[in-house]
């Protein structure tokens, strides 16, 4: 939710070929408002009894519902290390065999649940982080 990132994200987007097939799900009202300068249509999608104070409900309930994660993750002040709320979703979204565009300067390290492609998005340079949905003897999700 950085302010910096959101505007430059929402320029990227509604200047893109996707523009009119998206939709951005805001966890806050303030955030949609910003989203109408930019023609992108948005909306709300958690729900009213989630005050502000639970960002980190907010967050796992986002996830739940999206289709892919868009991750900006890195401190601006050292370019290394990542937030709480940004391992959170990162891991959130791969348990929950969702692909992340992670922007940073490093790729995500190795791990067998996932596969790391370096790629771009919007002319943004990053890495995808895909799931492994299928595990020895089936899928993942049938050990759960």
Not at 18 to 45: E, I, M, P, Q
Not at 90 to 106: D, G, N, R, T
């Amino acid at each position: 939710c950085a302010n910096g990132v959101d505007q430059c994200f929402r320029k990227a987007l509604s200047e893109s070929a996707y523009k009119d097939r998206t939709f951005v799900g805001c966890a806050f009202r303030k955030r949609v408002k910003a989203l109408s300068n930019y023609s992108l249509f948005s909306s709300v999608v958690v729900p009213d009894n989630l005050s502000p104070k639970a960002a980190l409900r907010r967050t796992l309930w986002l996830v739940k519902r999206c289709c892919m994660v868009i991750l900006f993750p890195e401190n601006p002040f050292d370019n290394l290390s990542w937030g709480k709320g940004s391992s959170l979703i990162f891991k959130a979204a791969l348990y929950q065999l969702k692909p992340v565009f992670v922007v940073c300067s490093c790729p995500p390290k190795d791990c067998p649940d996932y596969r790391v492609l370096s790629s771009t998005i919007y002319g943004v340079s990053g890495y995808w982080v895909v799931p492994h949905p299928v595990s020895d003897g089936g899928l993942c999700d049938d050990e759960f």
